[in-house]
């Protein structure tokens, strides 16, 4: 917009001059001043509107650099929600397998405690079998004792009979 009117008053200079061409040498030398006014400010229009495109091109460069590293972290995340969700599904997978492998160790547990109960109420049975053998046993070892002895013990001789013959 600022071009447009400087635009305007080159135009504007430059068809005055040509008015200014029979103009007494007053007018001309204050045309003159204006043209050097409107060229200066159009200069300085022309640094100002260079300035600007730099600080465009500048913003712009940041601009897309930032729109880049943003789509370079949507990406990430995409990727990080991707890892998040397996993840997720994993422990869940990992949860269950855990809940049923708990389950069979609780029944594993239960039967093996059953089969010690049972192993442990046979033990005593055959304990109290063994002792009853092991009293009949010694029972018969000191019946047998008892009767070797007798069997072993040699009868009193008797006296020998006096002949009576020196």
Known sequence: MIRLSKDCRVVLVLCCLSALAGCVDQEKKKALADLQTTETALASANRDLAATRTTLDTTQKERDSLQK????LRAKNETQGRQVNKLTADIRAQSEQLASVKETAAKEN????????ALEKDNAQKDAE????????????????????????????????ETGTP
């Open 69 to 72: 590293e943003l789509q370079n």
């Open 110 to 117: 239960d039967d093996l405690k059953a089969r010690i109960a």
């Open 130 to 161: 063994i002792k009853s053998v092991k009293n009949s046993v010694e029972e018969r070892i000191a019946e047998l004792k008892e009767r070797l002895d007798a069997a072993l013990k040699v009868p009193a001789k008797p006296a020998p009979k």
